[in-house]
């Protein structure tokens, strides 16, 4: 992020509350005064910033300022999870949709990253494609495009990811097929594998690697060597998986070892 002050276009009251959370996260802290100059804004703006930021636990307050938030343990609402490394998840989005060929039937996963693969993929050229998801959100950033064909399977809505599981969302996934799979995870350990906090979501996503020809895991630095309740797949399973240049080269290493082709934007 540059250091010079942004004061000079007007943002969004959510664009910046993302960059004061991607600040905060590359820093490991601010202080309102500090954050103020940079955008341009009152203190009492920023205070009121921070401490909405808190409330919703993308940041945790400090005296004078912030702090970054401590890492979840449970299932993140998918509002939050987008200010988080929003920059890294954009170059990952990019990367992933350059893999994207005319023609092919592709699957995006639910998540904070996968939902930035769709924003791209509006913005790409392609003649035809067709694009499964079990994302409500996903699935709306891709309507109103001729060429895109959306495939929504049905199912039960998990209200902190606007994502489709369950049974039902299970068997119309078993009569279809795909050329790729772009697969968000909330934790990639490179001995326990892919999970995800919540049991009918790895369900559903181990179908989704068992019907698609590659397997592709997007995810940012933060999620390797996490690991959370339920477990999707090992390692082994995934062909290539997309992360930052900030990924721990001992975790990359593994993974390669593993098999899997690593990239890093």
Do not use: C
Request: glycine content about 6%; aromatic content about 2%.
């Amino acid at each position: 992020m540059s250091e010079t002050p942004v004061a000079s276009r007007r943002l969004l009251v959510e664009e910046r509350r993302r960059l004061i959370v991607e600040l905060v996260e590359q820093q490991g802290r601010a202080t309102v005064e500090e954050l103020a100059t940079r955008f341009g804004t009152s203190t009492v703006t920023i205070r009121a910033d921070l401490d909405a930021l808190a409330r919703s636990s993308a940041i945790a307050r400090s005296h004078g300022g912030a702090l970054p938030a401590a890492p979840a343990t449970n299932d993140t609402p998918l509002n939050i999870k987008e200010t988080r490394w929003h920059a890294q998840k954009l170059r990952i989005g990019q990367a992933a949709a350059k893999m994207i060929r005319d023609g092919e039937t592709i699957i995006l996963d639910s998540g904070s990253t996968t939902v930035e693969i769709a924003r791209q993929i509006r913005q790409l050229k392609f003649e035809s494609l067709t694009v499964i998801t079990n994302a409500l959100n996903i699935a709306m950033e891709l309507s109103g495009l001729p060429q895109i064909r959306v495939m929504m399977l049905g199912g039960m809505l998990r209200q902190t990811s606007y994502s489709l599981v369950g049974p039902d969302a299970e068997q119309a996934l078993a009569k279809l097929s795909a050329d790729r799979l772009f697969l968000g995870v909330d934790g990639l350990d490179p001995e326990v594998g892919v999970t995800t906090p919540d049991p009918l979501e790895a369900a559903l996503n181990a179908l989704m690697i068992r019907v698609s020809r590659q397997t592709i895991a997007v995810l940012d630095a933060s999620k390797l060597g996490q690991r959370s309740l339920s477990v999707i797949t090992p390692v082994k399973n995934l062909d290539i998986v997309i992360t930052d240049t900030s990924a721990p080269a001992e975790t990359v290493e593994a993974l390669r070892a593993a098999g899997v082709q690593v990239v890093l934007v």
